[in-house]
């Protein structure tokens, strides 16, 4: 896995390549998103920069997360129950765990996913180009919650 530096220098060159102004704001944006391993929705990034922008609008961390977005250099995950989260940091397709509970997401390592692949493709045909597998369950906090006292 890329450092978050490697991540942002990424981010930057390809925002510089499409022509897209580095402001303070869209750089601060872009280390956020590089940075982060908790896969953050639009108002945590808002949350992360504000202190450092107090007059940024949350409309102005959507359109900068999405020309993030719109170059492939951030992933949109859709959570059933959370919206939508992004991840930055990491752009191979790879499975999360998701908490049901209190919404954490967890990026997982599976040795066994090629073999995984390979076999989807062989019992469809199909060439499989990206994919998404997630797991939903209770992560170790909310299952201690659940545990009488």
């Known amino acids: ?10 981010i930057t060159s ?12 869209r750089l601060a944006i872009a280390r956020v ?11 945590t990034i808002y949350n992360r920069i504000k202190p450092g922008f107090p007059r940024i ?4 961390v959507y359109r900068n997360v999405m ?7 951030a ?12 991840e930055g940091n ?10 049901e509970r209190c919404k954490k997401i967890v990026d997982l390592e599976p040795e066994s996913m090629t073999g995984f692949l390979e076999s989807v493709q062989q019992a469809t045909g199909f060439k499989i ?7 939903f369950g209770l992560c170790r906090a909310c299952r201690q919650d659940d545990k009488p006292s």
């Open 57 to 60: 609008s949350l409309a102005t």
């Open 33 to 43: 998103i590089a940075e982060s391993r908790d896969h953050p929705d639009i108002e």
């Open 67 to 73: 020309v993030v977005k719109s170059l492939g250099e």
């Open 90 to 99: 990491r752009l191979d397709p790879h499975p999360h765990a998701v908490c």
């Open 129 to 135: 180009m990206t994919h998404r597998v997630d797991f």
């Open 1 to 10: 896995m890329e450092s978050s530096e490697d991540r942002l220098r990424q």
């Open 75 to 86: 992933m949109e995950i859709g959570i059933p129950g959370s919206g939508v989260r992004y």
């Open 14 to 25: 390809r925002l510089r390549e499409n022509n897209h102004k580095l402001t303070p704001q």
